[in-house]
């Protein structure tokens, strides 16, 4: 109680003094909670980067000149369907002919483009609200293995299709020649399509895509008249651009390589392009921030643990008369010392809690990081004022009070 009663009383008494010292402690804490939040920002910004820059991985031929049209092995795609990847788009081509004029020993030529695909959103020119579809039907029915397909209405009108119509006809796969831009038709079967859907053809795109199909029944059928099947692109977008070299590494035991500018041009899909480069440059940037707000820490916490010390000093030093008295009557320097001590550290606190909850409104420090700051400044606070009063106790009482006098 006496501790108590004798702080009451100096804050009262000094009441200047006092506010000062609220004032220097909120301006300190204030310098803590920037310093602190800054490196929370960062920390932050760096965890959830992947939100806001995504990483695509493309598989590519061997001078990344084609990411279409290529001839990509299916264990090739089943390596990267197995690393930690999210929302895989991949798809494969193949034609076939309607007319029956057209259906002759030896193909020159096809009369329907038909697209595999395992999504709407590995096509670039048709999207879902393009697309009529008959009831109990929608876009997911490209992730299934059912013989069904959407044609386009430019297709429908020429054919004379409508929704619900069953089309039976050849259909051929391309196989490359070794210039990488002549073909072969292969044939591979006669399939039995059903129509449940039709779609718009954008104005400013010519007729390419005349059907799509399910790409995991195109594959199922190919494969199942003994052929090889390709797919046609493949890409996809890193679950964790975090660990890009994780992924790399991964990408490279299934032995994809990166793309050589001055290597052949050729069909075969066996490297893999990463679109890392912004988000490399963003992330390093980040890292190097969080690297120097860490280096400089101990001689910032440093610099704050002498202004408090200094300030206190210059503050406390006004009581030295005070304490001299109160030696000379007896009462034991050690004593007042804890007693000033509390009267500071009180004031100080007091600053600090003034200017947490406008640290926490206005810098969006959250409440862990907001109690982590008034701990370090509790720290630094109660060094500072000790060594302070350790330096103002180092007076002879006689000397001081003769001086006085």
Known sequence: MFFLSEIRRHIWRNKGRSLLSVGIAALLVSFVGIYIGNIRKNEVALK????????????????????????????????????????????????????????????????????????????????????????????????GKEPVCVVSESYAARHDISIGDTLSFPMYIYKFNKDGYTFNFIKVGEPSLTVIGTFQQGSDSSDTQNMIVPINWLRLFVEESGNT??????????????????????????????????????????????????????????????????????????????????????????????????????????????????????????GCILVLPMLMGVAGIGFANMMLIFLLFFICACIGIWVALLLLLRFDTIALLTKID
């Open 229 to 350: 099947f390709y797919y046609d692109s493949a890409r996809c977008t890193i679950k964790n651009p975090l660990y890009l070299n994780d992924f790399k590494a991964y990408m490279k035991e299934k032995h994809f390589g990166e793309a050589v500018p001055k290597a052949d041009d050729r069909r075969s899909g066996d490297e893999l392009i990463v679109q890392d480069r912004i988000f490399i440059e963003t992330a390093s940037k980040l890292q190097e921030n969080i690297k120097t707000f860490r280096w400089f820490q101990i001689p910032f916490f440093l610099i704050i643990i002498l202004l408090i010390q200094l300030v206190s000093f210059l503050i406390l030093r006004s009581y030295r008369q005070e304490m001299a008295i109160a030696s000379s009557l007896g009462h034991p320097k050690l004593s007042g010392a804890a007693s000033y001590f509390l009267e500071t550290m009180f004031l100080y606190l007091s």
């Open 48 to 143: 959830s980067l992947a939100d806001t820059i995504t990483v695509t991985a493309q598989i590519t031929n061997q001078n990344g000149s084609r990411l279409i049209g290529l001839e990509i092995m299916t264990n090739r795609l089943d390596a990267l369907l197995s690393a930690d990847i999210t929302e895989p788009l991949y798809t494969a081509q193949a034609g076939g002919n309607l007319e029956l004029i057209n259906r002759v020993e030896f193909v020159k030529a096809c009369d329907t483009t038909i697209i595999g695909a395992n999504s709407l959103q590995a096509l670039l020119s048709v999207s879902g609200e393009e697309i009529i579809f008959a009831d109990g039907w929608d876009e997911t029915y490209l992730e």
